[in-house]
C-alpha cells in the first residue's frame, strides 16, 4: 500500500472515529450519571417515578416555580404526558402562573393553556374543599420554598396535606433545594400562641429543611397523617446554596426576584412588616437595605461595623423607594454586603439591626405602628419586640431562643432525607 493511500484511509478512519463520538455527546440521552447539576423532583417523577401518578386523576398545587431545568412547566409537563390525566390546578398567592400581587386574593379560573380549573387556595379557601377534590385521585405538590419561615407557601402545602387526608387520597411532594442551604437553622422557634398563615408551627425561622423534609415533619410532628409521598431530588448536598445546584431560579414572589434575594429575606424580611422602616422594597434591591428618613447612615452603619458581625458588612447609602414604605421620600441607611456567606448569620443580623436603631433613635421608635401585630406574627412571637424595647442586647436576645432551637434540631434531624 503507497503511503499517500495509507494517509487517505487514517483519515478517512479519523473522521468517522469523530463522528460516532460527537453522536454520542449530541443525540444519546444522557443519564442521570453524567448530569452536572441538580435533578428536581418533577424530573424524578417524570423519569423513573411516574408510576406513582400514572392512570389517576391528579390535582396539582403549583405555580411559575415548578418547572423543570429546561423551564417547562411542571403543569405543561404533566398535562402532555398521555399516563397522566391533569384535572385540576390549585393556585396559592400568587397564582399558579404566577400573575398576582402579594397578599391579593385569587379567584376561581380555568387556566388557558390546559383548559383546566385552577382553584384558589389563598382567598377565603386556604384548604381544598371536598367539591375541589371530587375529580382528584391524588394531589402533587411541586413549588420553589425560600428557606424562612414567614412564608406562605409551605403552609398552603400543610393545609392540602391535611385535605388530602380528609378526603383519602395521597399526598405527594416534589422535592426541590432550600436555597439557604440544608446545614443553617437559626432564629427563635414560633409560639404557638402566634400561630398563622405566615407561620403555622413551631419551627425555627430558619430550618433548613426541603420542602419534601418539611412536609414529612409536619405529617409526624403535627399530626396531619396523610398518605405522603415524598419524590426526592438527586444530587442535592446539605452544603449547597441554590446557586450550586446548577438550577434555573424563577422568582418566588415579586420581592424575590433572585436565588441570593433568599438570604437577605431571612435577614430583614420580619423587619418589613413594621412599615416604619423600609427594607428596599419599591427600590432597586428588595430586602438588602434598611433605611428611614430620620437614620443617619454613617452613625447607624459605624454602630454595626464596630460590633464585628461575621461575614457582612453595612455600608452607608441613601436612596429614594419607587413605591411602598417611604414612597418618594429619602432615605438613610445601609446596604447589607455579604461578605461570607457561610460566616453570614441573618437571624443574628436582624435582631442586630433592631437593637442597632433602637439604641440610637428611641424617639422614633419603630415598633409604634398599627402592623405591630404582623410584625408578632412574622417572627411568631412578641418577645423580640419586647425584649428590644426593654433595652437587651443583641446577644442576650439571641441566648434566649437557644434552648427551644436545640430542640427543634433534635426534631428536625429525624426527617431528614439528604
Request: proline share 5%; net charge neutral; glycine share 6%.
Amino acid at each position: 500500500m503507497s503511503f499517500s493511500n495509507f494517509d487517505r484511509i487514517s483519515k478517512t478512519l479519523i473522521f468517522i472515529l469523530s463522528f460516532l463520538l460527537l453522536s454520542n455527546v449530541f443525540f444519546l440521552k444522557a443519564d442521570d450519571s453524567t448530569i452536572d447539576r441538580v435533578i428536581p423532583g418533577v424530573e424524578v417523577l417524570l423519569s423513573s417515578q411516574l408510576d406513582v401518578v400514572k392512570g389517576k386523576r391528579v390535582g396539582l398545587i403549583t405555580n411559575p416555580t415548578g418547572i423543570t431545568s429546561d423551564f417547562v412547566s411542571t403543569i405543561d409537563a404533566l398535562h402532555q404526558n398521555s399516563d397522566v390525566k391533569l384535572t385540576a390546578l390549585f393556585g396559592p398567592e400568587h397564582g399558579v402562573r404566577g400573575d398576582i400581587e402579594a397578599g391579593e386574593r385569587v379567584i376561581d379560573y380555568i387556566d388557558s393553556k390546559t383548559g383546566v380549573k385552577v382553584y384558589s387556595l389563598y382567598g377565603k379557601t386556604r384548604k381544598p374543599t371536598r367539591k375541589m377534590l371530587e375529580n382528584v385521585d391524588i394531589l402533587v405538590y411541586d413549588i420553589q420554598d425560600i428557606g424562612s419561615r414567614a412564608y406562605t407557601y409551605i403552609y398552603t402545602m400543610a393545609y392540602a396535606m391535611e385535605a388530602a387526608r380528609e378526603n383519602g387520597i395521597p399526598f405527594v411532594v416534589l422535592d426541590r433545594p432550600n436555597p439557604l442551604g440544608g446545614n443553617r437553622v437559626e432564629g427563635n422557634v414560633l409560639d404557638p400562641k402566634f400561630s398563622s398563615f405566615i407561620g403555622l408551627y413551631p419551627i425555627a425561622y430558619v430550618y433548613g429543611m426541603t420542602v419534601g423534609e418539611l412536609a414529612k415533619l409536619f405529617n409526624t410532628e403535627y399530626n396531619i397523617n396523610c398518605d405522603l409521598v415524598v419524590i426526592p431530588m438527586k444530587k442535592w448536598r446539605r452544603d449547597m446554596v441554590y446557586a450550586d445546584t446548577g438550577l434555573p431560579w424563577i422568582m418566588t414572589s415579586p420581592h424575590v426576584p433572585y436565588e441570593n434575594t433568599c438570604t437577605f429575606v431571612s435577614a430583614t424580611g420580619c423587619i418589613g412588616e413594621l412599615g416604619t422602616l423600609s427594607v428596599g422594597v419599591g427600590y432597586t434591591m428588595p430586602f438588602k437595605l434598611i433605611g428611614a428618613p430620620w437614620i443617619d447612615s454613617h452613625e447607624l452603619t459605624n454602630l454595626l461595623n464596630n460590633r464585628k458581625l461575621k461575614g457582612v458588612h453595612f455600608r452607608p447609602i441613601s436612596y429614594k423607594p419607587y413605591y411602598s414604605t417611604f414612597k418618594e421620600e429619602y432615605c438613610n441607611g445601609f446596604e447589607i454586603h455579604i461578605t461570607d456567606p457561610l460566616e453570614f448569620s441573618p437571624q443574628e443580623v436582624q435582631i442586630h439591626i433592631l437593637t442597632a436603631i433602637n439604641e440610637l433613635y428611641p424617639q422614633n421608635n419603630i415598633f409604634d405602628t398599627h402592623r405591630i401585630s404582623s410584625f408578632d406574627r412574622a417572627y411568631g412571637s412578641d418577645q423580640i419586640r419586647l425584649n428590644v424595647l426593654s433595652g437587651l442586647s443583641a446577644n442576650q436576645i439571641i441566648s434566649r431562643w437557644q434552648k427551644d432551637l436545640e430542640k427543634f434540631k433534635a426534631i428536625r434531624s429525624k426527617y431528614l432525607l439528604y
